[in-house]
Antibody, heavy 118, light 110 residues
Framework: QVRLVQSGAEVKKPGASVRVSCKASGYIFTNHALHWVRQAPGQRLEWMGWINTGNGNTKYSQNFQGRVAITSDTSASTAYMELSSLRSEDTAVYYC???????????WGQGTLVPVSS | QSALTQPASVSGSPGQSITISCTGTSSDIGGYNYVSWYQQHPGKGPKLLIYDVGSRPSGVSNRFSGSKSGDAASLTISGLQAEDEADYYCSSYTRSTAVVFGGGTRLTVL
């Protein structure tokens, strides 16, 4: 069965960077793009960016331009999201989600909590 | 990119039908048939309910249906059940950045 398993929670200080991993299994990794979505406490879902796992092309939300980088390792069926220059407003649960086609996200990782606090 | 507009909350009694609206622009909902809807229970991750405006993934109840008219989309839940109480989010492909979500709607089953 399809599974997306993310790395564990990480506490970060303002100005630091965080790297969250998302390991896929149960399907051909390069057949589906992967998106990253975050949710601050009590807030809405916010799309961050995506990676075409077949060719490595990426696209990012303008809200994160210059601070986010999404990469993938096809040999490990794993995608990574790195967010830099963290501030308190970046405290959120970060999710990876598989593009099921037509921009519907059919499988989601369990979420990774990243608190940013001094 | 601004979020799509959803009502903050809706409510209904068991057995009733409710509709949640999602308003965008011609650059997102109005321009593409790539509207999705997600259900999120407290403390849980989102679950895909609808994609491509009105298609349901396998396993999703046919009590959930989606539609679109112009720059707005709607999710209808018929035969409301207590377990439907959750947050609901719409999303759309957008020309500018690829994907935009709505602000979310809290459904209360009275």
């Amino acid at each position: 069965q399809v599974r997306l398993v993310q790395s564990g929670a990480e506490v970060k200080k303002p100005g630091a960077s965080v790297r969250v991993s998302c390991k896929a299994s149960g399907y051909i990794f390069t057949n589906h793009a992967l998106h990253w979505v975050r949710q601050a406490p009590g807030q809405r879902l916010e799309w961050m960016g995506w990676i075409n796992t077949g060719n490595g092309n990426t696209k990012y939300s303008q809200n994160f331009q210059g601070r986010v980088a999404i990469t993938s390792d096809t040999s490990a069926s794993t995608a990574y999201m790195e967010l830099s220059s963290l501030r308190s407003e970046d405290t959120a649960v970060y999710y990876c989600a598989r593009n099921g086609g037509s921009y519907g996200f059919d499988y989601w990782g369990q979420g990774t909590l990243v608190p940013v606090s001094s | 990119q601004s979020a799509l507009t959803q009502p903050a909350s809706v409510s209904g009694s068991p057995g009733q039908s409710i509709t949640i609206s999602c308003t965008g622009t011609s650059s997102d909902i109005g321009g593409y048939n790539y509207v999705s809807w997600y259900q999120q229970h407290p403390g849980k991750g989102p679950k895909l309910l609808i994609y491509d405006v009105g298609s349901r993934p396998s396993g999703v109840s046919n009590r959930f249906s989606g539609s679109k008219s112009g720059d707005a989309a709607s999710l209808t839940i018929s035969g409301l059940q207590a377990e439907d109480e959750a947050d609901y989010y719409c999303s759309s492909y957008t020309r500018s950045t690829a994907v935009v979500f709505g602000g979310g709607t809290r459904l209360t089953v009275l």
